[in-house]
């Protein structure tokens, strides 16, 4: 079955460690996302990805860095100068339209700083 | 102001209760909407897409009100099951890159 496969599920973090998370899609979806999610929160927009070698900022991406060099992956890295990184970190993708059919989520990976 | 704005709720209802939720939003250029339901502590799922003319599934009816900014999610006969928080998503463009999430509402279906 198709989807998106995220890793780890729970991640911890030491202050000053660089940390990346994993994100593979099979959905053959030519754009894909990193948002964060804070409790009672909606979902903020870190980077996204419209095609391989391509990304552009969300509107939370100071202290992250992405990288799209195959279709299928989009790692993020939260690095040292994030700092507050605590919270739920969601990839998506959707076909190249994503406002006429929505998104597809991962399952998420849960960052704590120890 | 925020873009796009719930009632954050909660909203604690019996089974069988018939139960509505709005979003507001502010960019009058807006799109295209949706619904996503998201479980507590997992991903958001797409319940449905919201069209200018409503549309039905079962027991969920969206509606599109552009003169005021606001699209409604209704909810009939509610089941146990139906607890979670409702998301609603506003895109600017069809592009990627162009959609606020609201903060979600909340739903708890009491027995």
């Known amino acids: 079955d198709g989807g998106i496969t995220q890793s780890p599920k729970y991640l911890f973090r030491k202050e000053g460690q660089n940390v990346t998370l994993s994100c593979e899609q099979n959905l053959n979806h030519d754009a894909m996302y990193w948002y964060r999610q804070d409790p009672g929160q909606g979902l903020r927009l870190i980077y996204y990805?419209?095609?391989?070698?391509?990304?552009q900022k969300g509107d939370i991406a100071e202290g992250y860095s992405v990288s799209r060099e195959k279709k299928e992956s989009f790692p993020l890295t939260v690095t040292s100068a994030q700092k507050n990184p605590t919270a739920f970190y969601l990839c998506a993708s959707s076909p190249p339209y994503p406002g006429t059919g929505g998104y597809t989520f991962g399952s998420g990976t849960r960052l704590t700083v120890v | 102001r925020k873009e796009v704005e719930q009632d954050p709720g909660p909203f604690n209802v019996p089974e069988g209760a018939t139960v509505a939720f709005n979003c507001t939003y502010s960019?009058?250029?807006?799109?295209?909407f949706f619904w996503y339901r998201q479980d507590c502590r997992k991903e958001p799922k797409l319940l449905m897409s919201?069209?200018?003319s409503g549309n039905e599934d079962g027991r969920f009816t969206a509606q599109l009100n552009r003169a005021s900014q606001y699209i409604s999610l209704l909810i009939r006969d509610s089941k146990l099951s139906d607890s979670a928080t409702y998301l609603c998503v506003v895109n600017r463009g069809t592009n990627a890159g162009k959609s606020t999430f609201g903060d979600g509402t909340t739903l708890t279906v009491k027995p």
């Open positions: 919201v069209y200018s």
């Open positions: 990805s419209q095609i391989v070698n391509d990304f």
């Open positions: 960019n009058s250029a807006s799109q295209s």
